[in-house]
């Protein structure tokens, strides 16, 4: 043992504090219209947000890309400010920047997001030059070859790193392989090299439209006629969607039910991915319930998992687990790292609390649950890119902010009854397992563990 | 551009200085605490304990229990966590408004009464959890020591940047109770401490939550040593090679920078900006859109207030194409930048971005907070947040020039090149 020196500290004199409870708050108010062409408006006046967001988002489920151009959604939003009608790649990447906007897109399951942050001052040109790239992309071959390789590129990182190895292969052994989602949403190297310009024009052409699509702005928006900047900018945009179906929940594969473990020699640490599945934010009896989960098993240090794994056992930085939901339907996920040799144990471990937890909650961690979810949204939505972004996901459901609204309200219903039911609806012990690891050290105990059969693939 | 968030500033007679700054716009307060202690103080053989001591932060003090801190505050409606740099180490939370006065009875509980919880459990709990961080950030990921070996390589041995602050895995296991109460008595203490209130209370609210609570914690910490000797840039190229599993080619190119906030190191970081930070950066410009060599550039500045800071660019060398062609035409640019100077475009161009993001860092209260400390800390100044923007629009291009001609030559660049196994350079 060692000697410390007497301890010199001051007395504590002040007893601790009781919380008073928070003051009332309610998600920023939108004002919504709509556009000749059918393109929704949606803003949000947030006073004192100097920075504007600007979302805009289209529906346009992954499905239809074509089976043998998979990730062109993905290639289509990295390319539409990549030369327009009017100017060059590098032309229109030095407007931009002389304003100092940033402007960016992406894809989901659900759709295409065009993401733009500026100062209030340079509005009507940033909105100028986002109407410029969603209407009229060029698609130019230099540029397109371009992000092609780097998509390539991209895909070799992907494989190289743990947690993203192991996401990409949970979902391919998760869902059925007839699946859009069993796939990579960025595409693969075969589909991906596939993809020219005139696939991207004719892809635009058919997907990119304004009806039914969505334009959030949030931010100070005072002074500023917020409809009339839209319908200058987007007013002349056109098209017509194409026929979608109902979107549909992926179907799970017939033998998703198991483990896979990637052989990564050498590996100092294990990648655990884990899931079953779980609702979409339409589910019945509301989404509250499973949001409350997500924190209790494993939205904390001190939640369920890391409670254990990491404070107990000193086996990993942090493992979280959530419900996350799809435009249909959705999954159950744990995923994170642990020290290499704790490998099977910590899966052990692991898998038990998640089964464990079936067998339902305290009120305490229930009640903390509600509370973090509850009193942490006055800050989760405090800024301009976090209010577009959350009404511009939703849009792409079919909901609105309104949905943000009355979750929150609903949370005040939840208890550890509606947690317990809510959990055991969805968690059967049914697991989809994939682990990233040193496969000859720690294969044949992660066999012995009888979690499913187990599959050995190198990484 | 003139910026005006509130800033009211007060110091207690224990030494902590107190910054409120007022915002009604969301009923929440964020707590934000900046220690002036990070990696650089750090003795040989203990790399790594400023974090791991900053981890025990959070495993109980005298009236709080192992964890709470995370627990109470999460279930009051808190987000919370901290940092360790080389520089400093920031602790914070944001809560509801009714919630403030627990927060900071738990950050005086464990700023002022830390020792009585920690043993050689929770030290050892928590060096094994920073262990998996560090496996997790970096051994474990592909290019995820390129960080440690530019701080390596840049700066010499002994140098309070050359190791980086996860510190090594030796040290870690080194780490005492003993040392913990070292550290403590040694760095923290109200007199080494700035603490900012922003959020939904006014000046004259926070500066007495603040003294009804630290007030009474004695000004423990003992005095900061001068900053290091100033370093000028390298004298000649400095090269680390590592040959490993890595998907593609990546070059880091790392230069000294001029110590933070000052003209020159403004002016150094928009230059790099220029040479390789903006989507119309030079380097963007060649290598990735008209050579198509690589596939991604990026430059960072990162300020430090001992005697010299860092700058490095990111290249990721495209399939086919040799590291060392690459980096040649990197050379080549630098040495053009140099003689040439900014275009106004490119003035422009750094400015509109360094703006944009400026602003945006500034809207949430959190990343406001955390400024408000920063430049409080390092820097002396609270109020730095509304000048900042006005400070960087006076550099000149001459400046910038200038900078870039005594900086980020050639000569000075430390080279951390991560090549594939199997080298397929032409």
């Given amino acids: 043992m060692t000697q410390h020196d007497s301890v010199t500290q001051p007395e504590s004199v002040l007893e601790r504090p009781e919380v008073s409870a928070p003051e009332p708050w309610s998600f920023p108010e939108a004002q919504r219209s709509e556009l000749a062409n059918g393109l929704g408006v949606v803003s949000y006046d947030i006073p004192g947000q100097y920075v504007i967001s600007v979302c805009l988002a289209v529906p346009m489920p992954l499905e239809c890309e074509p089976r043998d151009r998979e990730g062109i959604a993905t290639i289509m939003a990295r390319t539409l400010d990549e030369g327009t009608a009017l100017h060059s790649a590098e032309e229109f990447a030095e407007l931009l920047e002389r304003k100092g906007i940033a402007l960016g897109a992406g894809v989901n399951d659900a759709g295409l997001i065009v993401n733009l942050d500026v100062s209030k001052r340079h509005l009507s040109e940033a909105l100028d030059l986002l109407s410029q790239a969603v209407r009229e992309p060029a698609f130019p071959a230099n540029e397109v070859s371009r992000h092609v390789k780097s998509r390539l590129a991209e895909i070799d990182q992907e494989r190289a790193v743990p947690g993203q190895r192991a996401a990409i292969e949970f979902v391919a052994t998760y869902f059925d392989a007839d699946e859009r989602a069993s796939r990579p949403t960025a595409g693969t190297k075969v589909t991906v090299s596939a993809i020219t310009p005139q696939d991207l024009v004719a892809f635009h052409a058919a997907n990119v439209v304004p009806s039914g699509a969505t334009v959030v702005v949030a931010g100070d928006l005072s002074d500023l006629d917020i409809v009339s900047e839209m319908e200058q900018a987007l007013g002349s945009w056109s098209g017509e969607a194409a026929e979608v179906g109902e979107p549909h929940e992926a179907v799970r594969a017939a033998d998703a039910i198991r483990v896979v473990f990637l052989d990564r020699p050498g590996s100092v640490q294990t990648e655990f991915y884990i899931g079953c599945p779980g609702p979409d934010h339409h589910v019945q009896g509301g989404w509250a319930p499973f949001q409350v989960l997500g924190f209790v098993v494993g939205g904390s240090p001190n939640a369920r998992v890391d409670a254990v794994l990491r404070e107990e056992k000193g086996f990993t930085y942090g493992i979280r687990s959530g419900f996350r939901p799809r435009r249909r339907g959705g999954m159950f996920l744990t995923s994170g790292s642990v020290r290499a040799d704790s490998t099977v144990e910590a899966l052990g471990l692991l898998l038990d609390i998640l089964d464990k937890a079936r067998e339902g909650f305290t009120p305490e961690e229930t009640q903390a649950g509600i509370d973090f979810i509850g009193k942490t949204a006055p800050g989760r939505y405090a800024t301009a890119d976090t209010v577009a972004e959350e009404a511009a996901t939703l849009s792409l459901e079919g909901l609105t902010t309104e949905f943000t609204t009355e979750n929150l309200h609903a949370l005040l219903n939840v208890d550890a009854a509606t947690l317990a039911v809510a959990y055991d609806r969805y968690v059967n012990g049914e697991w989809t397992v994939v682990v990233v690891g040193d496969a000859s050290l720690y294969a044949e105990g992660v066999r012995a563990l009888d979690r499913g059969e187990l599959t050995v693939l190198p990484a | ?426």
């Fill in chain 2, 1 to 426: 551009m003139p910026l005006d968030y509130k800033i009211a500033e007060r110091t207690l007679a224990n030494g902590l200085r107190v910054i409120v700054s007022e915002d009604h716009s969301v009923p929440n307060v964020t707590v934000n605490l900046w220690v002036n202690v990070g990696s650089r103080h750090e003795a040989e053989g203990r790399t790594g304990f400023a974090h791991l001591f900053e981890h025990l932060m959070f495993q109980g003090s005298r009236n709080v229990a192992s964890g709470e801190h995370f627990s109470a505050l999460m279930a009051a409606g808190g987000r919370l966590n901290a940092t360790t740099w080389f520089d400093r180490t920031n602790y914070f939370e944001t809560v509801p408004r009714g919630a403030m006065d627990l927060a900071l009875w738990m950050e005086a509980d464990r700023h002022g009464r830390l020792l009585d919880a920690v043993n050689q459990e929770n030290l050892d709990n928590q060096r094994d959890v920073v262990k998996e961080e560090k496996r997790q950030r970096y051994d474990n990921m592909p290019y995820g020591n390129a960080l440690i070996d530019i701080y390596a390589a840049i700066f010499p041995k002994g140098h309070p940047y050359h190791h980086p602050t996860i510190g090594s895995m030796a040290d870690l296991d080194a780490a005492s109770v003993q040392d913990v109460h070292d550290f403590f008595r040694s760095h923290y203490g109200p007199n080494n401490t700035v603490l900012a209130l922003v959020g939904d209370l006014t000046p004259d609210e926070g500066f007495a939550a603040a003294q009804l609570y630290f007030g009474p914690l004695p000004a423990t910490a003992s005095a900061r040593r001068e900053p290091v000797e100033p370093l000028p840039p390298l004298s000649e190229p400095v090269r680390d090679e590592q040959i490993e599993d890595v998907p593609s080619d990546h070059l880091y190119i790392a230069f000294r920078l001029p110590v933070d906030d000052t003209p020159e190191f403004f002016a150094s970081s928009l230059a790099l900006d220029a040479i390789g930070g903006l989507a119309t950066s030079r380097l963007c410009q060649r290598l990735v859109r008209r050579e198509q060599s690589a596939t991604s550039v990026s430059a960072h500045a990162m300020g430090f207030v001992d005697g010299i800071s860092l700058g490095f660019m990111m290249i990721d060398v495209a399939e086919g194409f040799s590291a060392d062609t690459v980096e040649a035409a990197a050379c080549e640019e630098l040495v053009r930048f140099a003689e040439q100077g900014p275009t106004d475009i490119e003035m422009e161009s750094a400015m509109a971005q360094s703006e944009r993001s400026w602003l945006s860092s500034l809207a949430s209260q959190e990343e406001r907070a955390d400024h408000i400390c920063h430049f409080a800390t390092l820097q002396g100044d609270s109020g730095y947040i509304n000048t900042y923007l006005d400070r960087l629009a006076e550099v000149t291009p001459a400046q910038v020039q200038q900078a870039a001609a005594k900086w980020l030559m050639p000569q000075s660049r430390a080279v951390v090149a991560y090549l594939k196994q199997d080298g397929d350079t032409q």
